[in-house]
């Protein structure tokens, strides 16, 4: 229900849903929240917003909030209520007899895209400082982690490499594996106006998403490949720029390295679009006539999102998508690039901060011994040079005994992450699990420690979105239960025996500042002054950088990579033979622990299945009718749809609800190179539920 009031103050801040970071004046009365109003000097919304930033703050106020800290012994016991020094005390003291216990690795931390800079860094500081190894971990693992690698193999910088407001020159836009009308709506309203004044508009995707076809707006093509493909596809389009002579020699010869043993590469027979017919169903035409219209215009952009990255491949897709890119000249101005369009607010932030258990803040690696030691100097602590667990390592050694202690810093792995069943029985394996959140969620029912931490309306700090913009995040309100997260954390490090302290978070990220080469003039006095920063910031781009890669490439010379395509594991077969995968629906956000409890009754109540009628036919499925859904890890029961927006012999659910659970089905398969789950690829069947 929303209020709308007079206002009597108002605090500028950001939304904390996705990766767009729109700007809102959050307006009060007195210290009521009546209403969020997009505000119109926002850097990437300048006045617009979605549903979601506008109407669903309500949780926030939600009665289902833990105000108090609380613990039990076991996870059968019911929680007790306990003041923040016991718990914290508590916190510190189980770990500490984990470490005396097992070794000081079989502890870690997973820290979380929805939180501040400052909070994810002072996690990753508490992880290598007081807990001594490195084994933090981010969300990012299981959306973007492939963004972060194949963009820094390729460019050098883990980051997409435009703003927002470059969109307005494309000529031709590609969007692969991204439903921007549902996941980052303000960002789409951009591309649409863009596509409305006459650019043309590539989609790879095996759903058709609104924006194949909307008011105004008809793809070009629609290269409806079959999931896990995307690799062969990017190929066969290099292959066509290679073999037509479409290739930007001037750009290629000056600007890049590895050229010739690429094209070599992508020249070959089975990279031409006839062989990957065969493999993609995509007809080799429409290959073709997409891969001319991408390498002839003026201006390509490729915007693109977890449908890319979610795959046993997709580093190598990231990698594919940079050498076609750099290939056609499409790097360095406006109207080009190779865009992430990041999930949750901060993931660009939460990766950039150092969480992952290799990279340092700003994607130094710790082996690095120059790097390691600017850390061990400020910190006043030895550093391990090992890289740490990653989060599915953290739970295979739980399960075999060595990882007996995690925070979870803001996330819902028991409904996020892949294979809930592994996921479970990690947890239950685990002397302690501490969760910091607002809700007792699903990865709450496994925790001994609950520490109710802040709502974004709560919150100081900064967040970055997808274009590297950090944005100022201001608090509306006081925390609820007292305490700012970033205190919870240093007060537990501290409680270690590493002392951690900060007065406000403005000092956090004059920490970053001084110890990250990208962030070197980043303040909150800047950014207060500037209204966002987009990162580089330092002394030779002072107001920071909207475009990279300008004149050279953050590496240097632009490194083309051989991205052989390689089938997936995950194989249809007699028992499971359906396609099934996942997305997103614009009223919902991720697991929904915000979206579920905005009190708005318009929300989507549940996830429903897409069947197409060919299969639903062959099953005598009915729309509405309740299905199970099962592949060889679990199964699980929804409603389904029929629907031919996916092709014959491929199903589509969202993730929105605990209840119908569609990580008991995915699997453990992963990116070969960073382990980010293949969410987008499970072999599965479909049938009528049996009537109860
Ligand atoms: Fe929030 Fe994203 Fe919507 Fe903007 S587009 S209001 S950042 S959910």
């Known amino acids: 229900v929303v209020d709308l009031g007079m206002p009597t103050r108002s605090v500028i801040t950001t939304c904390a849903y996705c990766g767009v970071g729109c700007s809102f004046k959050a307006e009060l009365r007195g210290d009521e929240l009546v209403r969020m109003v997009p505000h119109k000097d926002g850097g990437a919304n300048e006045g617009h917003s979605c549903v979601k930033g506008r109407f669903a703050f309500g949780y926030a106020t939600h009665p289902d909030r833990k105000l108090k800290p609380m613990v039990r012994d076991r996870i059968t016991d019911p929680w007790r209520?306990?003041?923040?020094?016991?718990a914290i005390g508590t916190v510190a003291r189980r770990f500490r007899e984990i470490q005396g216990r097992y070794g000081s690795g079989a502890i870690g931390a997973i820290s979380s895209s929805r939180c501040t800079n400052e909070e994810v860094?002072?996690?990753?500081?508490?992880?290598?400082?007081?807990?001594?190894?490195n084994n933090i971990d981010t969300c990012a693992r299981v959306c973007h982690s492939p963004t972060g690698y194949g963009l820094k193999q390729t460019f050098g910088e883990s980051a997409g490499t435009q703003d927002f407001r470059s969109v307005a020159e494309a000529d031709v836009i590609v969007v692969i594996g991204a439903n921007p009308t549902d996941g980052h709506p303000v960002f789409a309203s951009r591309m649409k106006r863009r596509l409305r004044e006459g650019a043309e508009l590539i989609v790879v995707d095996p759903r058709r998403i609104d924006l194949v076809r909307s008011p105004h707006i008809e793809a070009r093509h629609h290269l409806q490949l079959r999931p896990s493909t995307n690799v062969a596809v990017v190929n066969a389009m290099a292959h066509v720029v290679v073999t037509e002579g479409l290739t930007d020699e001037n750009f290629v010869a000056e600007r890049c390295e590895g050229y010739e043993e690429w094209a070599e590469f992508v020249a070959r027979p089975e990279n031409s679009p006839e062989a990957t017919e065969e493999v993609s169903g995509v007809p080799a035409s429409e290959l073709r006539a997409a891969a001319r219209l991408y390498a002839s215009a003026d201006n390509g952009a490729i915007y693109y999102g977890l449908g890319v990255t979610e795959h046993?491949?997709?580093?190598?897709?990231?990698?594919?998508?940079?050498?076609?890119?750099?290939?056609c000249g499409n790097i360095g101005r406006d109207g080009v690039g190779v865009n992430p369009l990041r999930g949750q607010n901060n993931v660009q932030g939460s990766c950039d901060m150092g969480s992952f258990p290799h990279e340092l803040p700003g994607y130094r690696h710790i082996s690095d011994d120059a790097v390691r030691g600017v850390f061990e100097n400020l910190w006043g602590s030895a550093l391990l040079p090992?890289?740490?667990?990653?989060?599915?390592?953290?739970?295979?050694?739980?399960?075999?005994?060595d990882f007996r202690g995690l925070f979870v810093h803001g996330e819902d792995i028991a409904q996020s992450d892949p294979n809930l069943q592994h996921v479970t029985a990690a947890l239950e394996a685990m002397e302690l699990v501490v969760v910091q959140d607002l809700f007792l969620n699903e990865t709450a029912k496994y925790a001994h420690v609950f520490l109710p931490g802040a709502s974004f309306l709560e919150k100081d700090g900064t967040f970055t979105n997808a274009e590297r913009r950090v944005n100022r995040v201001r608090s509306v309100m006081p925390p609820k239960a007292g305490k700012h997260e970033w205190q919870i954390v240093c007060e537990i490090a501290t409680a270690m025996g590493y002392a951690m302290d900060y007065d406000h978070p403005s000092q956090i990220m004059d920490e970053i500042a001084s110890v990250t080469p990208t962030f070197a003039g980043v303040s909150f006095d800047l950014i207060d002054k500037l209204g966002s920063i987009q990162w580089?910031?330092?002394?030779?781009?002072?107001?920071?950088?909207?475009t990279m890669h300008v004149d050279a490439f953050t590496r240097g010379k632009g490194k083309f990579v051989v991205t052989s395509y390689v089938p997936t594991n995950e194989r249809s077969t007699r028992r499971f033979p359906l396609v099934l995968t996942t997305g997103r629906i614009l009223s919902q956000y991720n697991v929904g622990a915000q979206t579920r409890r905005t009190g708005n009754v318009a929300w989507h109540p549940e996830d429903i299945l897409e069947v197409h009628p060919h299969d639903a036919e062959e099953r005598g499925i009915t729309d509405g009718d309740l299905v199970t859904l099962s592949s060889r890890v679990g199964a699980t029961t929804l409603h389904a749809q029929i629907s031919d927006r996916m092709p014959p012999g491929v199903v589509y659910t969202t993730f929105h609800h605990p209840v119908t659970g569609a990580n008991v089905v995915t699997t453990e398969n992963s990116d070969w190179a960073t382990n980010c789950p293949e969410y987008k690829v499970t072999a599965v069947q479909v049938g009528l539920a049996p009537k109860a």
């Open 121 to 133: 860094y002072v996690v990753q500081k508490m992880v290598r400082a007081a807990f001594g190894n």
């Open 386 to 401: 090992e890289p740490g667990l990653r989060i599915p390592n953290m739970f295979d050694a739980a399960i075999d005994g």
């Open 312 to 327: 046993s491949q997709g580093s190598t897709m990231v990698m594919g998508m940079a050498n076609l890119a750099m290939a």
């Open 81 to 86: 209520e306990v003041e923040w020094d016991e």
């Open 536 to 546: 580089p910031c330092n002394e030779e781009a002072p107001e920071g950088t909207p």
